[in-house]
């Protein structure tokens, strides 16, 4: 005898009758357009089921488990899981300056490009502690990296060097304006395995013109895209992903559909490059007016659904997984260019915890840490499908900024049936490996 799992979030497509089955322990999504099938999972009628096939499975893939099993204990055994990932995971800030001044930006630029003393501390410590990890994952993020190129360029080398020695995988990822992303810099950049990008770019060239603009108030959409072109054109061989990421407004969002019209122009059927959308946050930017912000993101994901031109939009599939920030991770910690060690990219004082000395020897402060990696026990969590990813708190920037405790869910989970219908209209929906039809 068999129930549906409770990780096992089920959503009914109206416009084509296919039920979707997402699955947050394995990750996946699942598709069924068998009618009887469709009705027996909805009224978690399991033994009208008749074929033995396809209820296998969906035991193999976990939609469905034994009647008497008690799944409590999986979400708790993630959490611990997540809590002590054994994955090194530094989000590196080379530098603290930017040459942008965006408008909505909430950081400070007290911080200038960071000491060689400081470098030469994070690679002592990598090479100390190498034998606790299961490998590394390093981020470089700002301010502007790429301001203080030579520091990455030093860092990675090493990086790698260490990982090779022993033994261990090694990711790289960037945050960059991409103004300063040209060809050349970007081919280095492959050749230090940073081989994933994310990049704003607002809309278009006049909508982006106005947020994002240097600190000498000059234009920097069309270097920006000029430098994905010429990105886009000469590396038809390489590896990379870059995901454009859009921040919209209450004003910024008309112009949506021009937005993707540019865009399907310059990057249509070429994979690696991914989009999303989000609304501009109170990110507490000096600058912005706070009644421009959008209050959901239902609103992008309507005049995304409603657009006849389709972008990639595979990057949402990551996006409804990974509900955690990793933030929660005890192996996680933001170097700032000064060597203090923060929590979060965006509460960058507020979550300062400790400090890398020259030595490689890191010091926190266990109190100002737990703030930062222990869940809110919210009952109202406990039954709903993604418990087992976000674990009460997919943001605990949230939870300790918040007066008080409520749910702390991610976009995508508020979100999900639209975000669904959207992946399943886009060219992707056939072409990865996390959605999968189970009767065929």
């Keep these: 005898m068999y129930k549906i799992s409770k990780f096992t979030k089920i959503i ?11 699955n947050t322990i394995t990750g996946r999504i699942f598709c069924l357009k068998d009618p009887k099938v469709l009705e027996c999972i909805i009224n978690n009628n399991l033994t009208k089921i008749k074929d033995p096939k396809l209820i296998n499975k969906m035991v193999l893939e976990k939609i469905i488990v034994e009647i008497d099993q008690e799944e409590d204990y999986i979400s708790e055994l993630r959490y611990y899981d997540s809590l002590y990932d054994p994955l090194c995971n530094l989000t590196i800030l080379p530098t603290e300056q930017c040459n942008f001044r965006c408008k909505y930006c909430y950081e400070k630029f007290n911080q200038g490009k960071m000491p060689k003393e400081i470098a030469d501390g994070i690679i002592r410590y990598l090479s100390i502690n190498a034998r606790k990890f299961s490998g590394f994952n390093i981020s470089w993020f700002g301010g502007e990296p790429l301001l203080a190129y030579d520091i990455i360029e030093y860092l990675s080398e090493n990086f790698i060097k260490i990982s090779t020695f022993f033994h261990l995988p090694y990711y790289s990822s960037m945050t960059t ?17 940073i081989s994933s990008f994310q990049i704003t770019i607002d809309g278009t060239e006049k909508i982006h013109n106005q947020t994002r603009y240097t600190k000498n108030y000059d234009s920097t959409y069309k270097k920006i895209i000029d430098n994905l072109l010429k990105i886009k054109n000469n590396t038809k061989n390489r590896h990379f992903t870059i995901s454009i990421r859009c921040n919209l407004t209450k004003q910024s969002i008309e112009y949506l559909d021009d937005f993707i019209k540019e865009m399907n122009m310059y990057f249509s059927g070429d994979k690696r490059f991914e989009f999303y959308f989000r609304p501009v946050g109170n990110w507490n930017g000096d600058n912005f007016q706070k009644d421009k912000i959008l209050n959901s993101d239902k609103i992008i994901l309507d005049k995304l659904l409603s657009n006849k031109i389709k972008l990639n939009y595979s990057s949402y599939i990551g996006l409804l997984f990974h509900q955690q920030c990793t933030t929660s991770n005890r192996n996680q910690y933001v170097i700032r260019s000064n060597g203090n060690l923060s929590k979060c990219t965006v509460y960058l004082d507020e979550s300062e915890v400790g400090e890398i000395d020259k030595n490689g020897r890191i010091k926190v402060d266990l109190q100002k840490v737990g703030k930062w990696i222990l869940p809110v026990n919210i009952n109202a969590c406990k039954e709903c499908s993604f418990y087992c990813r976000c674990h009460g708190y997919s943001c605990p920037a949230k939870k300790i900024t918040s007066k008080t405790v409520n749910k702390n869910c ?7 049936e639209k975000i669904i219908e959207l992946i399943r209209q886009s060219d992707e929906f056939n072409n990865t490996s996390n959605i999968l039809y189970l009767d065929r």
Aim: aromatic share 14%.
């Design 410 to 416: 991610g976009y995508e989970i508020n979100s999900m």
């Design 177 to 193: 304006n991409g103004y300063l992303l040209d060809y050349e810099t970007f081919l280095k950049l492959l050749d230090l395995k």
């Design 12 to 22: 009914k497509n109206q416009k084509n009758n296919m039920l979707f089955l997402i």
